[in-house]
Structure formats: structure tokens, C-alpha cells
């Protein structure tokens, strides 16, 4: 009899191999369905033959009542004749409901393979998806354009006022003397790295 499908861990989604497994499976019992089926013709034939001979035995029974003997071996040629019957009925039922457990389990298994392959195609399906999707593009803070300026220098700067390349290249140096300027403190960085220089510089490109 199969196996149940099985999951490992917190794998959710079947792999291919499970799948492959669970396909040899379903035919294995496709291929015995034919063999089981033309078995169970053979024992229905020859319950058929067994019956057919039952009523041949009763019918010469009631031909020959004069003879005791005769009757009596005629009688136990029945019931051997019926006890083999019964015996294959028993046995036919027991292999059918064998058949339509198999079947059971087969359809079962079947039905999981069908949602954990459809779960699997919408997992592969939604990957190649975000693969295709190209990435968002990110603001760059032209500040940062300046050599000597990172993030936090740049956000200084706008915190000033100073908040694009254009009003760094026109900013005044002159103005940055005063200890009131909000860029007092980093006059002489601005100056030794020419951060107006080069504002200018790729503003005019």
C-alpha cells in the first residue's frame, strides 16, 4: 500500500522529487488496476462454473432417488462444492475492499500532489516575478556629489539654507567669517576642499 505524501521540517511546498515519487506511485496502481481487474474476472468465472456445477449436482440428485449412496456422495460433493464457493466469495469481497482502499489512498494522495504542484508553481511564478521586477531607483542627494561631503555634512548644510548644488556654488565665503553664520564651524573645510569650486564645476556641466 502507499505511503502518505510527507513534509519535513517547516517545508511547506513539495519538491519535485516528492512529486516525481508520488507520480511512479499512482502508476504503479494504474498498471495493477488491469492484472487485479482480470484476476477478479477469473474467480467471478469460475464461481460462475462452480454454481453452474451446483445446480448440475442437485439436479442429478433429484434424478437418482434410489440411490442412497449415490445421494449422499452427491451431497458431499455439494457442500464441498458450496464451502469452495463461499471461500471465494470471501475472498473476492476481501480483495475488493482491498482494491477500493488502494483507490482511496491513490485519489488522496493524488489531490495533495495537485495543490502542493499548484503551491510550488505560484511559489516559482511569484519568485520569477520579483526577479523581474528591477529595483526602484534611489534618490541621491546631490550634496553628496562633493567631495568631502557625506549624508550627515549634507544634511548640515541644509539645515543653513544650502540645500542643492546651485546655492553651494553661490554660497559666500566671506559671509562664513561671521561667528553668526550657521556654517562658521566648517569654513575651513569648505575652503580646503573647495566644496564651492566644485558645485560650480558641475553645475556648469
Known amino acids: 500500500m502507499a505511503e502518505p505524501l510527507s513534509s519535513t521540517g517547516d517545508d511547506r511546498m513539495m519538491s519535485f522529487h516528492e512529486a ?14 488491469p492484472r487485479v481487474a482480470a484476476a477478479m474476472r477469473q474467480r467471478s468465472d469460475a464461481l460462475a462454473a462452480a454454481q453452474k456445477e451446483i445446480r448440475m449436482l442437485r439436479a442429478a440428485q ?26 471465494e466469495i470471501r475472498s473476492l469481497r476481501t480483495r475488493n475492499q482491498q482494491l477500493c482502499d488502494a483507490l482511496h489512498i491513490a485519489n488522496t494522495q493524488l489531490e495533495r500532489a495537485g495543490d502542493r504542484i ?3 508553481s505560484d511559489c516559482i511564478s511569484a519568485r520569477a516575478v520579483v526577479q523581474m521586477t528591477p529595483p ?19 544634511a548640515t548644510l541644509r539645515d543653513a539654507g544650502v540645500d542643492s548644488l546651485a546655492a553651494l556654488a553661490t554660497l559666500d565665503l566671506d559671509a562664513l567669517e561671521d561667528e553668526a553664520h550657521p556654517l ?6 569648505i575652503r580646503r576642499d573647495n566644496w564651492v569650486g566644485q558645485a560650480r564645476a558641475l553645475t556648469a556641466q
Do not use: H, M, Y
Request: charged residues 40%.
Open 20 to 33: 516525481e515519487s508520488l507520480r511512479a506511485q499512482i502508476r504503479k496502481w494504474q498498471e495493477r488496476l
Open 62 to 87: 433429484r434424478g437418482e432417488p434410489s440411490n442412497e449412496e449415490g445421494a449422499r456422495a452427491l451431497e458431499r460433493e455439494l457442500r464441498s462444492v458450496k464451502e469452495a464457493a463461499r471461500s
Open 118 to 120: 499548484r503551491e510550488l
Open 136 to 154: 526602484a531607483p534611489v534618490d541621491v542627494d546631490p550634496l553628496t556629489g562633493i567631495k568631502g561631503i557625506g549624508d550627515k555634512l549634507a
Open 184 to 189: 562658521f564651524g566648517l569654513r575651513g573645510r
